[in-house]
């Protein structure tokens, strides 16, 4: 304390009689160090226990891959207050499937409900009802309800086209099934008397596009295929199958009223195998280059690859306004000129 101000002060660091002062202090206390080194190495006790190693940490410990990423998510069914309705789409299966007196109400009813995520889900998953949906398409119903007869091959194209459509996880099943449904048991007996073998369903739908008269019809046929081809194991059989010749006799088909099916088949090929946004597989189709035009006035290869832009300009000099078809024209020469040198090793 200060005795003249009375207020506390710090004690200045100076040694009182009898202290000894800091510095002497530190230096004895650190005198046995050795001071060549800046680190000092303190010896352990012998028998002490050595450290164990550390354990990796617990994700390294269990090689378990991650679950496989489903961008579609669980489908979830309907509320417990949905009976009514749950009850009428499982009649409609069981209808379907028997060809019951209810067969046409039946496909009303899933016609109403497919393009619920879940109601779609579980007629993808239905082999049976799956088949008789796809025999409908192809015109081959049965004695009993004809395919021609109260737009049944209309409604089972609607049934089958919004089922699929943002529904990656029914588009999946149906792909599953896709072996045995390529080749139906409906008409076959027919086919295989004609032609000496079994038809798939490609070739029985391109047999009978003279039968096809209802343009709005074959519209909604094309709009189910186009949906189908999203998923891989179908449009490669497709292909494989000869689909794209079929597509494009549908597209030759006579008369001003089918031009709604024309468009229809050139957005469905510009959605499958031209146009990345619109989820296309590029590089798989064309599969040949382009051919001359005296070769696709030919019967036999009119319906070639090649023979693409020379039907799809013939059609839009005699339909001037029909701009779509102009459209598709340069994207698929935009896409030939693109995948020219793949397009060539294709057909070696």
Not at 42 to 49: S, W
Request: proline share 6%.
């Amino acid at each position: 304390m200060d005795i003249n101000s009375g207020e506390r002060e710090a004690r200045l660091n100076v040694p009182m009689e009898g202290e000894t002062p800091f510095e002497d202090s530190l230096r004895e206390a650190l005198k046995d160090l050795p001071t060549e080194q800046s680190v000092v190495v303190v010896p352990q006790p012998e028998g002490e226990a050595k450290q164990e190693e550390p354990k990796p940490a617990m994700r390294d410990q269990v090689p378990i891959s991650p679950p496989v990423y489903e961008s579609a998510g669980k489908v979830i069914p309907p509320p417990p207050t949905s009976g009514d309705e749950i009850s009428t789409f499982q009649a409609a299966l069981i209808f379907v499937k028997t060809e019951a007196r209810a067969f046409d109400k039946a496909l009303d009813d899933l016609s109403e409900l497919s393009h619920d995520i879940y109601y779609g889900l579980e007629i993808a998953k239905d082999a049976p009802v799956m088949e008789k949906l796809l025999c409908l398409i192809i015109g081959s119903g049965s004695e009993k309800f004809p395919a021609k007869e109260k737009s049944r091959d209309h409604k089972a194209a609607s049934i089958i086209a919004s089922a699929v459509q943002n529904n990656p996880t029914a588009l999946k099943e149906v792909g599953n099934l896709w072996s045995m449904l390529v080749f139906p048991t409906c008409g076959s007996e027919f086919y295989e008397a004609k032609s000496h073998g079994k038809k798939d369903l490609v070739s029985i739908l391109r047999n009978r596009l003279g039968r096809e008269k209802d343009p709005h019809t074959l519209k909604a046929k094309v709009t189910a295929i186009s949906g189908l081809l999203k998923e891989p194991v179908i449009r490669k059989d497709f292909l494989d199958k000869g689909g794209m010749e079929m597509l494009l006799a549908i597209f030759l088909k006579k008369g001003v009223d089918f031009d709604i099916v024309r468009k229809k088949v050139l957005e469905l090929v510009n959605d499958n195998f031209l146009d990345e946004g619109m989820g296309a597989a590029l590089r798989e189709w064309p599969k040949m280059p382009v051919s001359e035009g005296k070769v696709c006035r030919t019967k036999g290869h009119m319906l070639e690859d090649g023979c693409w832009e020379y039907q799809v300009d013939s059609f839009f000099n005699e339909r001037q306004t029909a701009f779509w078809a102009k459209e598709f024209s340069q994207k698929l020469r935009e896409r030939r000129a693109e995948w020219g040198d793949s397009i060539q090793d294709r057909e070696l």
